[in-house]
Structures are given as C-alpha cells and as structure tokens.
C-alpha cells in the first residue's frame, strides 16, 4: 500500500516559479492498477518520479507499507519503474539487462538466471535472451523493459508512458498484456499516461490530473459516468456542456428550454454546467427533455454516426447507430435527465 | 519582391552540390598535396640509401638502423613516452572527473564558465603558458629545492587535460542519464551504477581521450622547450636540435616511426570505439 499525503513540489523560484504539484494525497491499494491520467504537465511524472525516488517533494510524506520512504535513495526503495524510452543498457544483453536488479541485490548466479528465464517467459522473450538491446524491434525492448522492472519482484511497478512509443496495433495488445501481468504477478502498478482509452481500459482506479492537482479520483465508469469537474468531464471521451441556470421548479433554464435532471441540485438562481455523453443523447423526441433543431452535420465513422444537432443557443452532438435523417432537415433530440450530469465550477 | 526570389532560389537550393561549384576541386587538391606531399616526400626519404634528402639513389633501412643504434635517440624516445604515458594517465583521469562534474549534476550558476576554465589551455597562445609555467616552476624550485622530471610531466599533464576532457564530455553529452536513474532504480549503489553503466558505455570517449592526449604530449615541443631539464630531452627535442645540424635521413626515419605510431594508436581508438558503440 502507498500512503502518499499532502505532496508539494515547485520548479524554480521566482517569477519564474511553477507548482509541478499541489497538496496531492492519495492512498493505493496493495494488488492495484493504479493510473495517473491527465494532459503533459499536470504533475503526473513528477508524482511517479517522487515514488520512484527521483525527485523530493518540499513538503509532504510518501509511505510504503507504513514505512516513510519520502527521503529514501531510488536504490532503497523497492519500487521499480518502466521508463518511457526504457533506458535499457545497451552494452548488456537481454538476460543481462534483466539480470541487472537481482545482482545488484546480491542474489546467487543460480537464483538470478532461474529468475531471469522465468521472467522472459512471463513476457514471452524466453527465445531471445542472448540477444543485443540494438537488434531488438520497440515492441520487444518494451517487454524486457517490463521484465527488467518484475524480476526483482519489486511492491510497486511504476510505468512512465511505457506504450507511447508504440504503434496502434502494438499497443492495444500490449494494454492486455500489461493487465494480465498485474493479475499474475499481483504487483501494484502505478501507470501514468495522457490516453484517456489507456487508463479506462486498463485501471482499477484513475486519478485525473490537472495543473498539480488530483480532480478526481475513481473506477473508470465512475470517472466516465460521473466526471466530478468540467476538467475530467472534457479530458475523458467526448461530452456535451450545456450552460444553464436552477429554476425554483427544480429544473435547469439553458438557452434552448428548461430541463429535468435526476441528480440533486444546488440552490435555485445557481449557474450550473449541464453535460451528457454523445452516445446518451437519443435522436427524435421521445419523452420528456425533448429539444427541437435542425440537423447541422452528419459525421460517419464506421461504427457509428455522430449528429452534429444546432438547438439555437447550443450546439449538442449525438452518437447513433443507424442514422435516417438528412443535413439541414428538422431533428429533435431527447436528453434523458438520469443521463444529464450536474457540474458545478 | 522577396517572394519572387524565394521562389526562384528554391529549386536551385535543392540541385545544389558543393562538390560542382568552380574551383571545388582544384582547391580540394591543393589542400590534400600541400598537407601530405612533404609526409610522403618525409617517408620517401627515410628509406633512402644515401645522405642527401633531396636525390633518391636506392632503398635501404640504413638510417633505421642507424636510429635505433642512436643512443640519444633511444634516451629521447624513452623520456617521451614515460613522460606521455605519465601526462595522459593523469590528465585522463582529471578529465573524466571534470567531464562527470559538468554533465552528470543538476544544471548550476557558472557552468559556462567552469567550462571556459577546463578549456582555457586551447585559447591561451601556448608560449604564453609555457613562459609562464617556466617562471612558476622557477619559484616552486628556488622554495623547495625540488627538482626533477615531475615538473614535465606535471606541465604536460595540465595542457593535455582539455584534449581529453572534450571527448569524454562529448560522449557523456550524448548518453542520456536515463541509463543512471533506471541502474539505481535497479538497486545499484551510486558507485555500482558508475563502474557498471555509465563507465563501460564513457570508455570510447575516455580512450579517444587518452589517445588525443598521448599525442599531444608526444608531440609538444614549446613548453617542453622551456620546462625540460638538463636529460629531460624528449624526441621533437632531440629532433629540433639535430636539425639545427642539417636534416639528415635519419630524422626523416624517426619522424616517420613517431608518425606510424600517432597513426597506429588513433586507428586503434577508432577501431576500437566502433566495436564498442555497436556492442
């Protein structure tokens, strides 16, 4: 388990000073796939690079099993990290490079290759052990990167970006890869990535990152479904905002008609931000939270269409299946209110 | 009006060879027969079986002979190679340290100028040092009393340590320090993660250091001038003063013999240095 509370760090000083991280407190649970999601410059490294040991917050205190580890050297810690590029040594060869840990541990020659093979099979290199880092495509070093990282059989796997190097293909089979890795090995991960697909496919919890700070922190269809920021609602998939003010009613005034929605809401006279996800949105008028337009763009992308619909004062999107209506003809769309989440800054 | 000409010059930026341009050649050539005609003219007359530098007669080994049979030959080449040998150990390993100090720490005020200090012996015209150096050692020998080859080998070291500080640096410049964080990250102590990542993959750029500096100070002839005691003559020495004496074969021969050998140890550098970068 990694208690990490209240961490604080800021680059440089002055004018030029900028907060990589802002009182950030999270708790991961042992056997979790745990992931850092948000854009480039969030913080989400530096956090990675703090556990890891590679950087020291100013203030505030990471604990490993109840152990503080905050001030702990990279070579004390039992955390081991896949690097983005993974810095495999390149006069080494594959066994070697996988071998690194466990004889820097002071393991027997015996027990280090046995490790080793066990490894590279887990990983399914087992056949090219003798081989140089340099004759090696990106898909394979990435897997002796990771094998490098388990054969020490670390608390803690960290994982920086380890797939964007990786073409499509590559990466989605790499993604089960990595999910059946953490079931077998029971290891905590720790994933950073800026791919929202990534994380929701992958983790048992995200935390979503912006300008230092945690937003939100959550199983994937909780983030998805019940984004708690507008933040978290725009990073992850598409979504629709629709401005809007609380009426007496207990309903939302926006530009285009009063809505019904099912979650609780502030006081009346509150401006509050409206969103639903594309494929929530129904086409044609059916039950209440019907809103009347016209049929501004039809987009087809193979699995499905997306409706491009202009309310007037609001544009909305909506994803379907079939898609029978023509550009520039009336269309209404129904936003059913269980689907309207209620944000609030 | 801008537009028009860039326009225009595109096309020609691209079908343009440096290699076709008038007088490319001609001067290419030149440089090539004034660099290298007088060495093979050098060599050419070492092998020559009679006194004269400048009429060919018959080939011979004669004047190798001759050189190796020198005894002031043989006593030059031996100070030569104790005091390089002595000169790049040191100033080898002073470099290695400075190159690590200036790339393998967080960014600190004055980088450019500890840089500007390592390098400063390449600026300052080297009769400057060497006047210089002279006048300290003077003092240090007229306080102590101490004398000896030390002082030579201490002045080499010190002007050869920015020849091999520049490819070490250069060598560390272009290894990311990555590599260092993902050893530790692996348990290894930072001297574990010295001697077995960041020294194996710095060795080119130390050895073509070491070689750069064992040339160097093979080859100095002004500070040595100035530096070298009484028996402390080294080989451009011994060679300068015969050729106040006319130049005879037999210099052509040891020239030639030091030129193999600065040929012999930079092939093997290279050689050994792209064995390395593929391993």
Not at chain 1, 38 to 60: N, V
Not at chain 2, 195 to 217: D, E, H, K, Q, Y
């Amino acid at each position: 388990m990694i208690e990490i509370s209240t961490l604080t760090k800021v680059f440089g000083s002055g004018q030029e000073a900028m907060t990589a991280l802002d009182n950030v407190s999270v708790t991961i649970a042992e056997n979790e796939f745990f992931t850092l999601l948000g854009p480039s410059g969030c913080g989400k490294t530096t956090l990675l690079r703090m556990i890891a040991g590679f950087e020291l917050p100013d203030t505030g205190e990471i604990r490993l099993d109840g152990q503080p580890v905050t001030h702990l050297p990279p070579h004390h810690r039992p955390i081991n990290t896949v690097f983005q590029n993974y810095a495999l040594f390149p006069h080494m060869n594959v066994a070697q490079n996988v071998g690194f840990g466990l004889e820097m541990l002071g393991r027997d020659r015996k027990e280090i290759d046995a490790t080793v093979a066990r490894t590279l099979e887990l990983v399914r290199l087992d056949h090219l052990a003798g081989r140089r880092i340099d004759q090696l495509s990106g898909g394979q070093q990435q897997r002796v990167a990771l094998a490098r990282a388990l054969a020490p059989a670390p608390k803690v796997l960290l994982l920086d970006e380890p797939l964007s190097a990786l073409d499509f293909k590559l990466r989605k089979e790499m993604q089960s890869e990595l999910k059946r890795l953490q079931l077998e090995t029971g290891i905590t991960f720790v994933f950073v990535t800026h791919d929202q697909e990534e994380a929701l496919t992958m983790s048992d919890r995200i935390a979503v990152m912006s300008a230092g700070k945690i937003l939100q922190i959550g199983r994937p269809m909780d983030i998805y479904d019940r984004p708690a920021a507008r933040f978290v609602a725009d990073f992850i998939g598409d979504i629709n905002f629709i401005e809007g003010t609380v009426t007496d009613g207990g309903t939302v005034a926006t530009g285009s008609g009063d809505l019904a929605v099912t979650a609780p809401l502030p006081a009346s006279g509150t401006t509050v931000t409206l969103a639903i996800r594309p494929e929530h949105v129904m086409p044609g008028a059916e039950g209440p939270n019907s809103l009347a337009g016209t049929l501004a763009e039809r987009v087809y992308f193979g699995s499905g269409t997306v409706l491009e619909v202009d309310l007037g004062a609001t544009r909305i999107s909506c994803r379907t299946g079939d898609a029978p209506f023509a550009e520039g003809a009336p269309l209404s769309v129904t936003l059913p209110p269980e689907r309207l989440q209620v944000l609030q800054d | 009006m801008a537009d028009a000409t860039e326009t225009r010059k595109t096309p020609r930026a691209k079908a343009f060879d440096l290699r076709r341009q008038p007088g490319f050649a001609a001067a290419a050539w030149a440089c090539i027969i004034f660099l290298y005609a007088p060495i093979v003219v050098l060599i050419v007359f070492s092998f020559n079986d009679n006194r004269s530098v400048v009429r060919w007669t018959e080939f011979s080994l004669r004047w190798y002979t001759e050189a190796f049979a020198n005894e002031g030959i043989q006593k030059a080449t031996w100070m030569s190679l104790k005091v390089a040998f002595v000169a790049t150990a040191l100033a080898t390993t002073f470099a290695t340290m400075a190159a690590l100090a200036t790339t393998r720490v967080a960014r600190f005020r004055g980088q450019g100028i500890v840089f500007a200090i390592i390098n400063q012996p390449l600026m300052i015209p080297e009769i400057v040092t060497a006047v210089a150096t002279l006048s300290f050692f003077s003092l240090i020998k007229q306080a102590t009393g101490w004398q000896g080859v030390g002082f030579l080998m201490l002045a080499h070291t010190v002007f050869c340590i920015p020849f091999a500080f520049l490819p070490i640096r250069a060598r560390l410049q272009d290894m990311t320090i990555t590599l260092e964080q993902a050893a530790a990250d692996l348990y290894a102590t930072p001297w574990a993660a010295f001697r077995r990542v960041t020294l194996p993959l710095m060795a080119p750029g130390i050895l073509a250091g070491a070689t750069l500096a064992f040339v160097v100070s093979l080859d100095d002839v002004i500070i040595t001038l100035m530096i070298a005691g009484p028996g402390e003559t080294t080989l451009p020495i011994y060679i300068l003063g015969q050729i106040r004496r006319g130049i005879t074969p037999e210099i052509n021969a040891v020239s030639t013999l030091l030129l193999g050998l600065s040929l012999l140890l930079v092939s093997l550098t290279f050689l050994l240095g792209r064995k390395r970068s593929r391993a």
